[in-house]
C-alpha cells in the first residue's frame, strides 16, 4: 500500500506564501512522475505543477508559473510546492499525485491527472483578499 499524505495547507492572505509538503510512505514503488493538482468548489480537478523524479525537470501551469516552485528531496521522498503571491483564486484543495509510468514524455501527460494512479487525502489552501 503506497499513502501520500498532504501538509502545509492553510489560511493566508492575498500576496501571502505557502509550502505544501507531500510525505510518501509504504510499499517502496517506482515513480516517474510526482505532481500537484488542485480542486476548487464546483470546478474539475486541475493541473498545478509536475516534475519529472528521477531528472527533476519541471511542468507548470500558466496560472502559477513564475509564482509556484515545485521541487522534490530524494532522501526524504517528500514532495514540496512553494507557493508565492498567493491570489483568491489560488483557493482549493490541493492534491499530491504520483504516476508510475506516463504514456508519453509530453507536457500533456505530465499535466493529466488520469495518468496518476497514486493520490493524497489533500489539504486545503485558502487565500483571502
Known amino acids: 500500500q503506497v499513502q501520500l499524505v498532504e501538509s502545509g495547507g492553510g489560511l493566508v492572505q492575498a500576496g501571502g506564501s505557502l509550502r505544501l509538503s507531500c510525505s510518501a510512505s509504504?510499499?517502496?514503488?517506482?515513480?516517474?512522475?510526482m505532481g500537484w493538482f488542485r480542486q476548487a468548489p464546483g470546478k474539475e480537478r486541475e493541473f498545478v505543477a509536475a516534475i519529472r523524479w528521477n531528472y527533476g525537470r519541471t511542468y507548470y501551469a500558466d496560472s502559477v508559473k513564475g509564482r509556484f516552485t515545485i521541487s522534490r528531496d530524494n532522501a526524504k521522498d517528500t514532495l514540496y510546492l512553494q507557493m508565492s503571491s498567493l491570489k483568491p483564486e489560488d483557493t482549493a484543495v490541493y492534491y499530491c499525485a504520483a504516476a508510475s509510468s506516463l504514456s508519453c514524455s509530453a507536457y500533456g501527460c505530465f499535466g493529466n491527472f488520469h495518468e496518476y494512479n497514486y493520490w493524497g487525502q489533500g489539504t486545503q489552501v485558502t487565500v483571502s483578499s
Open positions: 509504504g510499499r517502496t514503488f517506482s515513480r516517474y512522475a
